[in-house]
């Protein structure tokens, strides 16, 4: 398995929020996590990526240690909670810099994303006069543009159309079929269904099929 949680627990504020995970997530394939508010995708979420420290369980990517708050074995795209931009820049002016930090800006690509998800008029405005829904296409933008093998969405729906939500989905299977792994954390399970490759729930931090 190329992402792999074994017997995963996190306790925060003396609620338990991931209790004894288990679970593996393959290459190329989409995976759904279904579950309410505050059943604990966002945390399974955060414990892949190295952002919260589980008390019990160990979590590997290809075989390597996720550890926390270090730098992960491969390259991820991540949109947790709400996508966080410098909203006195423009929209490509932040996509330049996010990548940049792994001198990983691939012009083509992010062209690519922006003309999909119909950012490419707007690329040079700036971000505080982006629509709730433009900010959360430019945060997909943002996981995708570096080609990462590894691709983690919290709620990435959020704010989009219906329209858009099928741009999305196309999008998803688009990179699936390039190799891409991609777990989404969602509430909506009608979403899910049309393009996940294997469904999970989650409640009260357990996992289940």
């Known amino acids: 398995m190329y992402v792999e949680m074994n017997k995963v627990s996190k306790t925060m504020k003396r609620k338990p929020v991931l209790r004894d995970v288990t679970v593996g997530f393959d290459r190329a394939r989409i995976y759904g996590i279904v579950g309410p508010n505050g059943s604990g ?23 390597m240690p996720v550890v926390f708050n270090q730098k992960l074995p491969d390259s991820v795209g991540v949109i947790i909670e709400n996508p966080g931009f410098v909203l006195s820049q423009t929209g490509m002016q932040n996509l330049e810099y996010l990548a940049g930090i792994n001198h990983a800006f691939d012009g083509d690509e992010v062209d690519r994303l922006l003309g999909i998800f119909g950012l490419d008029r707007q ?16 945060g997909v933008v943002q996981a995708l543009m570096e080609r990462q093998n590894l691709i ?3 709620e990435p729906t959020n704010g989009l159309d219906e329209r858009s939500v099928q741009i999305f989905i196309n999008e998803m299977k688009h990179q699936r079929d390039q190799g891409r792994t991609i ?3 969602s509430h909506h399970k ?3 269904q049309q393009m996940a490759d294997r469904l999970y729930t989650i409640a009260d931090g357990q996992l289940g099929q």
């Open 190 to 192: 009608d979403e899910l």
């Open 41 to 63: 995708k966002t945390m399974l979420l955060r414990s892949i990526c190295g952002f919260i420290r589980p008390d019990a369980g160990t979590i590997t990517i290809d075989g």
């Open 183 to 185: 777990i989404i954390a």
């Open 123 to 138: 690329k040079d405005e700036k971000v505080a006069t982006y629509s709730l829904g433009m900010r959360q296409k430019l």
């Open 152 to 154: 983690l969405l919290d």
